[in-house]
């Protein structure tokens, strides 16, 4: 156990849809990451947070997007569903988000969309 | 592009054997990188990592070596037990864009350990 939980951890939803994911990182870390993983492809970095603030963007669609709470929780919002955006989407979390920090991720949300 | 390439997607290794997992980058940025295990339907999970100043890092049965000139780096675990089984990905820390923390991933090499 990582430490990091994520709900829910199964979605399943309709095309045009919007769904939120939630994401609360470890204790004591202020930093916050959002991955996709498609099928057959590698983890994509869609954001980071730190401390309530955006630190960086990856490859995030517009329709997409993420928030991070006072309490240092996070929330990704999908919206406009497309069949494309069924995938897996990790949470991460680190101390401060700095270089060489490990990542410790939770288990994921699986999101079909029909 | 992909900036990080693991161009085996499977390994079959006998228990007891040595098992080297590869990886290949492009960015010369890149100056951190990790290896992550992943069972099914759990997250990623630290394994081990390398800093561009080393060539080698070692824990226990793990093993990472960083060629920066050839721009590659290898996983090798021995002896392989039949728990390894798992996907492994290999990632690098981007420094450009502001941005320090977040990683750039391997799309994963699928590791079985026969018993």
């Known amino acids: 156990d990582s430490g990091v939980t994520q709900t829910p951890k199964h979605l399943i939803t309709a095309t045009g849809q919007r769904v939120t994911l939630r994401c609360s990182p470890r204790s004591g870390d202020l930093s916050v990451y959002w991955y996709q993983q498609s099928l057959d492809q590698g983890l994509q970095f869609l954001i980071q947070?730190?401390?309530?603030?955006?630190?960086a963007k990856g490859n995030i669609l517009e329709r997409f997007s993420a928030q991070q709470f006072p309490d240092l929780h996070s929330e990704l919002n999908l919206s406009s569903l497309e069949l494309g955006d069924s995938a897996l989407y990790f949470c991460?979390?680190?101390?401060?988000?700095?270089?060489?920090?490990?990542?410790?991720f939770g288990p994921g949300t699986r999101l079909l969309v029909l | 592009d992909q900036q990080v390439k693991q161009n085996s997607p499977s390994l079959s290794v006998q228990e007891g054997r040595i098992s080297i997992l590869n990886c290949d980058y492009t960015?010369?940025?890149?100056?951190?990188f990790l290896w992550y295990k992943k069972y099914p339907a759990e997250g990623p999970t630290f394994l081990i990592s390398i800093s561009s100043i080393k060539d080698k890092n070692e824990d226990g049965r793990f093993t990472v070596f960083l060629n920066k000139s050839a721009k590659h780096l290898s996983l090798h675990i021995v002896p392989s037990q039949p728990g390894d089984s798992a996907v492994y990905f290999c990632?690098?820390?981007?420094?450009?864009?502001?941005?320090?923390?977040?990683?750039?991933f391997g799309k994963g090499t699928k590791l079985s350990v026969k018993p």
């Open positions: 990632a690098a820390s981007a420094q450009y864009g502001g941005s320090q923390g977040n990683l750039i």
């Open positions: 947070y730190y401390n309530g603030e955006e630190r």
């Open positions: 960015n010369s940025m890149f100056d951190y």
């Open positions: 991460a979390s680190s101390v401060s988000g700095g270089k060489g920090e490990t990542q410790y």
